[in-house]
């Protein structure tokens, strides 16, 4: 078993709908939980740095941490076509610690 | 947040070659990363360097394949050695730190090796 799962898609969705991505995974250390967003022939770029449980909240885009499940959320209000890419999420045991943990990530398709 | 270029951005490599990917980041940074992206798989992290000493390669990654050079604090080479149609991949670096803290990466090199 993977310690991060994500679905890898495509999630097709239309323009202005909410998007809901996820990602499960299996250690209780984990405390610090990225989301990354990919564009196709680009390196990831940092969307979303959340530590602990609970919400984060930065324009259209929504992090939830559930640790009691070990489950996290990326939601993304009034998609737009531009957001159109593959999201990663990646989680850490410390804010140093350089060995993140990587899901697969979902690509994500926003069809105008 | 710092700005990485990366080249080349991508390359076609035949077997049993070897290909060298630089890494230039705009700023110094005491710690540079390399990944590789398979597709449909997880970043993975092939090694660590720090300028002034060996790199340190994580499991199923080595020194004789992947060797890697740092001689300065904004500057790194990853080399791909001896390669074959298995090393086809995108190999990224990336340097820690920026504003939300998290991870800078370059915008990364395609290679296929046939």
């Known amino acids: 078993q993977k310690e991060v799962e994500q679905d890898p898609g495509p999630l097709s969705v239309p323009e202005g709908a909410i998007v809901s991505l996820n990602c499960t995974y299996s250690n209780s250390a984990f405390q610090y939980f990225m989301w990354y967003r990919q564009y196709s022939r680009k390196g990831p770029e940092l969307l979303m740095y959340?530590?602990s449980s609970g919400n984060k909240e930065d324009g259209r885009f929504t992090a939830q941490v559930d640790k009691s499940s070990k489950y996290i959320s990326l939601f993304i209000r009034d998609s737009q076509p531009s957001d159109s890419a593959t999201y990663l999420c990646a989680m850490s045991r410390g804010a140093s610690n350089y060995q993140l943990i990587w899901g697969a990530g979902t690509k994500l398709i926003i069809k105008p | 947040s710092a700005v990485i270029s990366q080249k080349p951005s991508r390359d076609i490599c035949q077997r049993g070659t070897s290909l060298t990917i630089q890494c230039q980041v705009d700023?110094?940074?005491?710690?540079m990363f390399w990944y590789r992206q398979q597709p449909g798989q997880s970043l993975t992290l092939i090694a660590t360097a720090n300028q002034g000493s060996e790199a340190t390669y994580e499991s199923g990654f080595v020194i004789d394949k992947f060797p890697i050079s740092r001689p300065n604090l904004t500057f790194s080479t990853l080399t791909v050695s001896n390669m074959s149609p298995e090393d086809s991949s995108i190999y990224l670096c990336s340097v820690e730190g920026g504003p939300a803290g998290g991870y800078t990466f370059g915008s990364g090199t395609r290679l296929t090796v046939v």
């Open positions: 700023s110094q940074v005491t710690m």
């Open positions: 959340t530590y």
